[in-house]
């Protein structure tokens, strides 16, 4: 089952413009995580955020997490082409450490 | 390091043969390795957790019967898709957990096409 829903969908924006995406979750999480996904390729591992924490950076990534909320978001600064692909929250709740999927954002940069 | 690899990448196969898909942690010892799921322009569904040495944990909804794993060393997982049809068709990708907790490493998947 997955544990929430992202928005957009779909993005679509320009180079060097900044790329938000946002993803809701049901239950209480211990983690949440961002993965990139090529079309047709395997997940690439972005950012992990604890849910003690409120804002992580890494590079031109910024996280932030509202566990009020039960949501989180990924900003990515100045965005380029190489950007362009499907991006996944993933959130484990307990210690099987099980990873629960939002259903994702498809991101267009153009050039 | 912590490097995933998966095989075969892509296959295609008769509807009711059945079909392997292997996933190794070519560096490190995974104690658990995972099994999703993706059609296309979907999220990844998670269908089992595979623990070395011990029985697969499979989601609600995955039939065990259909989708068998085995995990028989800490850096070989399988999933043999049994009587394979049609609807099987989908991407398969696993993943693995090494000894830090949270991270999981992800193969590149493998594409299965039933015809």
């Known amino acids: 089952s997955q544990q929430g829903e992202e928005d957009p969908q779909a993005l679509s924006i320009q180079e060097g413009e900044n790329a938000t995406m946002n993803c809701s979750y049901k239950?209480?999480?211990?983690?949440l995580q961002w993965y990139r996904q090529n079309s047709g390729r395997g997940l690439v591992h972005l950012i992990l955020?604890?849910?003690?924490?409120r804002e992580k950076h890494s590079g031109r990534l910024r996280v932030t997490l509202d566990t009020s909320k039960k949501s989180s978001s990924l900003l990515i600064t100045a965005s380029r082409a190489a950007d362009t692909a499907s991006y996944f929250c993933?959130?484990?709740?307990?210690?099987?450490?099980?990873?629960?999927f939002g259903s994702g954002t498809r991101l267009l940069v153009r050039p | 390091g912590a490097v995933v690899s998966q095989h075969p990448s892509w296959v295609i196969c008769k509807s009711g043969t059945s079909v392997k898909i292997e996933c190794r942690s070519l560096?490190?010892?995974?104690?658990?390795m995972f099994w999703y799921r993706q059609f296309p322009k979907q999220s990844l569904m998670l269908m089992a957790t595979?623990?070395?040495?011990?029985?697969?944990?499979?989601e609600q909804g995955v039939e065990k019967d259909k989708f068998l794993i085995n995990h028989a060393s800490l850096t070989l997982s399988t999933l043999t898709v049994t009587s394979a049809h049609p609807e099987d068709s989908s991407f398969y990708i696993c993943?693995?957990?090494?000894?830090?907790?949270?991270?999981?490493?992800f193969g590149p998947g493998t594409r299965l096409t039933v015809t």
């Open positions: 993943s693995a957990r090494g000894w830090t907790p949270y991270e999981q490493y």
């Open positions: 239950t209480s999480i211990n983690n």
């Open positions: 955020i604890r849910s003690n924490e």
């Open positions: 993933a959130t484990d709740t307990d210690s099987s450490y099980k990873l629960i």
């Open positions: 560096d490190f010892q995974a104690t658990t």
């Open positions: 595979s623990n070395e040495g011990s029985k697969a944990t499979y």
